[in-house]
């Protein structure tokens, strides 16, 4: 085996796309290399925002190969008189051969009888050094970037114009050490000009790393060469290394409590090929904005670690591509950006608490939410009334729930219009919850429900606002969030600008998910409690649009399909196999929609007691799928025992009668209702369903039709995997 090194010199690559780049690279290499017969092995890939590095152990020379080429039946290859027909001929002659050079064998083993001609075409192989230009082309043309961009650039691979997310500036291209010859020609008039990238031995450092050196040619021998003459240069080609030295630097700084770093690690690694970590610090005066202001400025304007002691952000630790010596200039920079933004956002803070956040409802009626659907006003006036519809209509809120979650949807819109959001509109709804705090409003759950309805977000479970928001509330948020997405989804869907594909501009899928993750996760109630019956929210919803969207039906109809389709997703992301979520979601009483909350209770009770049963719940399964096969056939209304004529009818509808009244929880009826196997497959060993008798038929569908009814009301178990 030779060693392969390829290095892809270029201009720098934006952090988001090196990681899929990273991997693309070792799979497209693969793929090239394996349809080329080079036998890879051992192939890996490295990146910085610089460069991208392939090794890998591929062959020598290609080994020699025989590759069967079938013609026409042997029945087809000879005349009557023995003659070869023009079919045999032409097959000869496209294999370069005269009809008596080819063979005769078996092209499917399924038919041994069936005989065809036979060409055996022997290729010899080549050396691998003749076929790595073209591999390195194929591997260059099939790399996908979210943007390519023309930089007059051609490859001498038969296809012209060469595109690249980003310009190529030079590349090595090794085997066992000798350079493999590939250029990048420059285009000029359509056509090919010199060549702007050869391939050789030589790579280059860090910019502007080590002092003394930087900026010198560097010539490599291997990939472990590469590796070691650039960590010397101060590249650190493995991103994990450079991880591992930012989350060291960050350990270093932070003091004895780990900071939450916001992901930014794995972001700054794909930042920088030398990282280290600084340090900056904010004025005391700056200190008392609230830690939400600050870490947006800092984490998501700046892309800084906040650090402090407790709730209080004092620091900031953010990287850099140096070695450290000029630390103490670069932190002046970055504290003098950091400042400033923190002094606009005091200076918005002050002027908006200024004014009760009460008195900015009015003024949403300046702000549009869609040009079809009106404005912020009209959005906020249309949430009061979907959250008096859950108080007043549907009972699901007790009386301080309705008052608060009705107070807190007329003002969750309403920092739509303070200087702070306009400045950062991240902090939609966070602004609203703060200011009614230092506002001192007397309800703390209206300014809870107001900083998070726009959450939840993610699918996860334990994702926020899980441990901002609990007891009265939840229930307060859940009402304010709920009413919020249904209103959206509403409006969009009757205007028919619902997602397709993968398009989904408006984020309705985000919106439709944290909907079933508030009803799921958020909406307190005990078993003598409503929970909200989602169907009836959808036409609420609807309905508050009134004569803005023309079929309200159609709407409805659509919108609860979808809905029904995020349900299913989201209880999928959960970890629940899909055959489990299509029988809970295919039981008929009650329907998912109704009630989502109870849809996942009975799921996980499902996939506990299944996991307990595996086998037994496999035989029911296809029991079950042949009782509904019967069943389509009709239904017996009733059961009289007098009519029974096998032991196994009996025994059937006698268990049955047990489990009809017996009481407990999902996970205790589930387990009782496995014990039917027994029975279940002895009524179909013995007992002839459909019986000639009509009375007897229909007592026996009967019996059928009562025993999938104990397990409609928790799962419909024929759709499980058995």
Same mark, same amino acid.
């Given at each position: 085996? %030779?060693?392969?090194?390829?290095?892809?010199?270029?201009?720098?690559?934006?952090?988001? *796309?090196?990681?899929?780049?990273?991997?693309?690279?070792?799979?497209?290499?693969?793929?090239?290399?394996?349809?080329?017969?080079?036998?890879?092995?051992?192939?890996?890939?490295?990146?910085?925002?610089?460069?991208?590095?392939?090794?890998?152990?591929?062959?020598?020379?290609?080994?020699?190969?025989?590759?069967?080429?079938?013609?026409?039946?042997?029945?087809?290859?000879?005349?009557?008189?023995?003659? *070869?027909?023009?079919?045999?001929?032409?097959?000869?002659?496209?294999?370069?051969?005269?009809?008596?050079?080819?063979?005769?064998?078996?092209?499917?083993?399924?038919?041994?009888?069936?005989?065809? +001609?036979?060409?055996?075409?022997?290729?010899?192989?080549?050396?691998?050094?003749?076929?790595?230009?073209?591999?390195?082309?194929?591997?260059?043309?099939?790399?996908?970037?979210?943007?390519?961009?023309?930089?007059?650039?051609?490859?001498?691979?038969?296809?012209?114009?060469?595109?690249?997310?980003?310009? @190529?500036? *030079?590349?090595?291209?090794?085997?066992?050490?000798?350079?493999?010859?590939?250029?990048?020609?420059?285009?000029?008039?359509?056509?090919?000009?010199?060549?702007?990238?050869?391939?050789?031995?030589?790579? *280059?450092?860090?910019?502007?790393?080590?002092?003394?050196?930087?900026?010198?040619?560097?010539?490599?021998?291997?990939?472990?060469?590469?590796?070691?003459?650039?960590?010397?240069?101060?590249?650190?080609?493995?991103?994990?290394?450079?991880?591992?030295?930012?989350?060291?630097?960050?350990?270093?700084?932070?003091?004895?409590?780990?900071?939450?770093?916001?992901?930014?690690?794995?972001?700054?690694?794909?930042?920088?090929?030398?990282?280290?970590?600084?340090?900056?610090?904010?004025?005391?005066?700056?200190?008392?904005?609230?830690?939400?202001?600050?870490?947006?400025?800092?984490?998501?304007?700046?892309?800084?670690?906040?650090?402090?002691?407790?709730?209080?952000?004092?620091?900031?630790?953010?990287?850099?591509?140096?070695?450290?010596?000029?630390?103490?200039?670069?932190?002046?920079?970055?504290?003098?950006?950091?400042?400033?933004?923190?002094?606009?956002?005091?200076?918005?803070?002050?002027?908006?608490?200024?004014?009760?956040?009460?008195?900015?409802?009015?003024?949403?009626?300046?702000?549009?939410?869609?040009?079809?659907?009106?404005?912020?006003?009209?959005?906020?006036?249309?949430?009061?009334?979907?959250?008096?519809?859950?108080?007043?209509?549907?009972?699901?809120?007790?009386?301080?729930?309705?008052?608060?979650?009705?107070?807190?949807?007329?003002?969750?819109?309403?920092?739509?219009?303070?200087?702070?959001?306009?400045?950062?509109?991240?902090? /939609?709804?966070?602004?609203?919850?703060?200011?009614?705090?230092?506002?001192?409003?007397?309800?703390?759950?209206?300014?809870?429900?107001?900083?998070?309805?726009?959450?939840?977000?993610?699918?996860?479970?334990?994702?926020?606002?899980?441990?901002?928001?609990?007891?009265?509330?939840?229930?307060?948020?859940? %009402?304010?969030?709920?009413?919020?997405?249904?209103?959206?989804? %509403?409006?969009?869907?009757?205007?028919?600008?619902?997602?397709?594909?993968?398009?989904?501009?408006?984020?309705?899928?985000?919106?439709?998910?944290?909907?079933?993750?508030? +009803?799921?996760?958020?909406?307190?109630?005990?078993?003598?409690?409503?929970?909200?019956?989602?169907?009836?929210?959808?036409?609420?919803?609807?309905?508050?649009?009134?004569?803005?969207?023309?079929?309200?039906?159609?709407?409805?109809?659509?919108?609860?399909?979808?809905?029904?389709?995020?349900?299913?997703?989201?209880?999928?992301?959960?970890?629940?196999?899909?055959?489990?979520?299509?029988?809970?979601?295919?039981?008929?009483?009650?329907?998912?929609? /109704?009630?989502?909350?109870?849809?996942?209770?009975? +799921?996980?009770?499902?996939?506990?007691?299944?996991?307990?049963?595996?086998?037994?719940?496999?035989?029911?399964?296809?029991?079950?799928?042949?009782?509904?096969?019967?069943?389509?056939?009709?239904?017996?209304?009733?059961?009289?025992?007098?009519?029974?004529?096998?032991?196994?009818?009996?025994?059937?509808?006698?268990?049955?009668?047990?489990?009809?009244?017996?009481?407990?929880?999902?996970?205790?009826?589930?387990?009782?209702?496995?014990?039917?196997?027994?029975?279940?497959?002895?009524?179909?060993?013995?007992?002839?369903?459909?019986?000639?008798?009509?009375?007897?038929?229909?007592?026996?569908?009967?019996?059928?039709?009562?025993?999938?009814?104990?397990?409609?009301?928790? %799962?419909? @178990?024929?759709?499980?995997?058995?």
């Amino acid at each position: 085996m %030779a060693e392969f090194l390829l290095e892809i010199g270029c201009e720098e690559i934006p952090a988001g *796309w090196l990681p899929g780049l990273t991997q693309q690279l070792r799979e497209r290499f693969l793929e090239v290399a394996e349809r080329e017969h080079l036998d890879p092995t051992a192939v890996a890939s490295d990146s910085t925002p610089r460069r991208l590095v392939l090794r890998a152990d591929v062959a020598a020379r290609q080994a020699d190969r025989e590759e069967p080429v079938w013609g026409p039946a042997v029945e087809a290859a000879k005349d009557a008189s023995g003659a *070869w027909t023009k079919a045999a001929e032409g097959f000869a002659r496209k294999c370069g051969v005269s009809p008596e050079a080819l063979q005769q064998g078996v092209k499917d083993a399924a038919r041994p009888g069936d005989q065809y +001609l036979l060409y055996v075409r022997r290729t010899e192989g080549r050396s691998t050094r003749e076929i790595l230009p073209g591999v390195i082309a194929g591997v260059l043309r099939a790399l996908a970037f979210p943007k390519r961009m023309s930089w007059d650039a051609w490859i001498e691979d038969g296809k012209g114009s060469f595109v690249f997310g980003r310009p @190529i500036r *030079w590349m090595v291209a090794l085997m066992d050490g000798a350079v493999v010859p590939f250029a990048i020609h420059a285009l000029a008039e359509g056509r090919r000009a010199d060549p702007v990238v050869t391939s050789g031995d030589t790579t *280059w450092g860090h910019r502007f790393l080590p002092r003394e050196a930087a900026g010198r040619p560097i010539r490599v021998r291997s990939g472990a060469d590469l590796r070691e003459k650039l960590r010397a240069a101060c590249v650190l080609l493995d991103p994990t290394e450079r991880e591992k030295r930012i989350l060291d630097g960050l350990a270093s700084v932070a003091g004895p409590a780990p900071p939450d770093d916001h992901g930014l690690p794995v972001e700054w690694r794909d930042l920088v090929e030398y990282p280290t970590v600084v340090v900056g610090k904010i004025p005391a005066q700056l200190r008392s904005l609230p830690t939400e202001v600050l870490e947006t400025v800092l984490v998501h304007h700046q892309k800084y670690v906040p650090l402090g002691e407790g709730r209080v952000v004092s620091r900031f630790a953010a990287v850099t591509n140096t070695d450290g010596s000029n630390a103490d200039e670069i932190v002046r920079g970055m504290e003098r950006v950091v400042v400033a933004r923190l002094r606009d956002a005091a200076f918005f803070y002050q002027e908006d608490v200024k004014r009760p956040l009460a008195d900015r409802v009015g003024d949403l009626a300046g702000v549009v939410f869609h040009k079809g659907l009106g404005t912020y006003k009209d959005k906020s006036d249309r949430m009061v009334r979907l959250v008096d519809a859950m108080g007043a209509e549907m009972g699901l809120l007790t009386k301080p729930e309705h008052e608060a979650a009705r107070e807190a949807a007329r003002l969750a819109k309403a920092d739509l219009t303070t200087l702070m959001v306009r400045e950062f509109p991240e902090l /939609q709804g966070v602004m609203g919850g703060i200011y009614l705090r230092a506002q001192g409003h007397p309800w703390p759950n209206v300014s809870v429900a107001v900083q998070w309805h726009y959450h939840p977000v993610s699918v996860e479970e334990g994702s926020p606002p899980a441990r901002a928001v609990a007891g009265g509330d939840a229930t307060v948020f859940g %009402a304010v969030s709920v009413a919020d997405k249904l209103d959206t989804l %509403a409006g969009y869907f009757g205007l028919g600008l619902e997602p397709t594909g993968s398009s989904d501009p408006f984020g309705l899928r985000r919106a439709a998910q944290g909907v079933v993750r508030v +009803l799921l996760d958020f909406w307190s109630a005990d078993a003598a409690e409503r929970r909200p019956n989602l169907v009836q929210l959808v036409g609420a919803a609807v309905e508050g649009y009134g004569d803005t969207i023309a079929d309200s039906a159609s709407a409805k109809l659509r919108l609860a399909a979808f809905l029904s389709d995020r349900l299913r997703y989201v209880l999928a992301a959960r970890g629940y196999p899909g055959d489990e979520v299509e029988a809970v979601l295919g039981a008929r009483e009650p329907e998912a929609l /109704q009630d989502p909350h109870e849809a996942w209770v009975r +799921l996980r009770a499902l996939h506990s007691v299944r996991s307990e049963a595996r086998v037994d719940f496999e035989h029911l399964a296809v029991a079950f799928k042949r009782a509904k096969n019967i069943l389509g056939s009709g239904a017996g209304a009733s059961v009289d025992p007098a009519l029974f004529q096998e032991a196994a009818e009996g025994e059937l509808h006698a268990a049955v009668g047990r489990l009809e009244v017996r009481d407990g929880g999902y996970e205790a009826r589930l387990r009782a209702l496995a014990g039917l196997r027994a029975p279940v497959d002895r009524f179909f060993d013995d007992v002839l369903v459909m019986a000639e008798d009509p009375r007897l038929r229909a007592n026996r569908l009967g019996l059928l039709s009562r025993t999938l009814s104990l397990f409609y009301r928790i %799962a419909d @178990i024929s759709k499980l995997g058995g």
